[in-house]
T-cell receptor, first 113, second 115 residues
């Protein structure tokens, strides 16, 4: 049973445009959500997070939106850059479970120059 | 300050052999988490350890897998009698505290191939 799902395995975007990556979850106990970026042959690196008490968190070009009623979150990257090309993982946790994260399957983002 | 160090980066084992994966957390970090990524899938939590203690091993297979984090030295993930299905990338993360999640840093992973 996949508790965190990323339904788009890949996404291709032109440089300068917006990239929107989506993530759905089923476990209503999740109260903390994170996005990680992963390059080939490297470990995931933290990008941005959001607590369930918020519906939006912004950090530079990256914004995460959370819709609790729909159990859906999205990552917006504006403007997209070729260096953003990577696999993006959505992850969730119950906060008192610390860093025991439940990951989605990932979305491969390709930003074309 | 070195990041989370995992070794070896690549490990090839024949079916039935043992695999030992090492993880040295960042300096000052006493919490270690192991994750496994099967091909074309996301990372799956395996075990959470704090110095000398296993805090949560709910993601560990019941047989052949074990983990330790001794007082001195790296954390070790041990897989006995490996099978082809154990082929995966194994990632370790470390943090200074139990929360918040943003303070966990991942290593580069060990890619285990069972032939």
């Amino acid at each position: 049973d996949q508790q965190v799902k990323q339904n788009s395995p890949s996404l291709s975007v032109q440089e300068g445009r917006i990239s929107i990556l989506n993530c759905d979850y089923t476990n209503s106990m999740f109260d903390y959500f994170l996005w990680y970026k992963k390059y080939p042959a490297e470990g995931p690196t933290f990008l941005i997070s959001i607590s369930s008490i918020k519906d939006k968190n912004e950090d530079g070009r990256f914004t995460v939106f959370l819709n609790k009623s729909a159990k859906h979150l999205s990552l917006h990257i504006v403007p997209s850059q070729p260096g953003d090309s990577a696999v993006y993982f959505c992850a969730a946790s119950v906060n008192n479970a610390g860093n025991m994260l439940t990951f989605g399957g990932g979305t491969r983002l390709m930003v074309k120059p | 300050n070195a990041g989370v160090m995992q070794n070896p980066r690549h490990l090839v084992r024949r079916r039935g052999q043992e695999a030992r994966l090492r993880c040295s957390p960042m300096k000052g970090h006493s919490h270690v988490y192991w994750y496994r990524q099967l091909p074309e899938e996301g990372l799956k939590f395996m075990v959470y350890l704090q110095k000398e203690n296993i805090i949560d091993e709910s993601g560990m297979p019941k047989e052949r897998f074990s983990a330790e984090f001794p007082k001195e030295g790296p954390s070790i993930l041990r897989i006995q009698q490996v099978v082809r299905g154990d082929s995966a990338a194994y990632f370790c993360a470390s943090s200074r505290n139990r929360t918040p999640n943003t303070e966990a840093f991942f290593g580069q992973g060990t890619r285990l191939t069972v032939v």
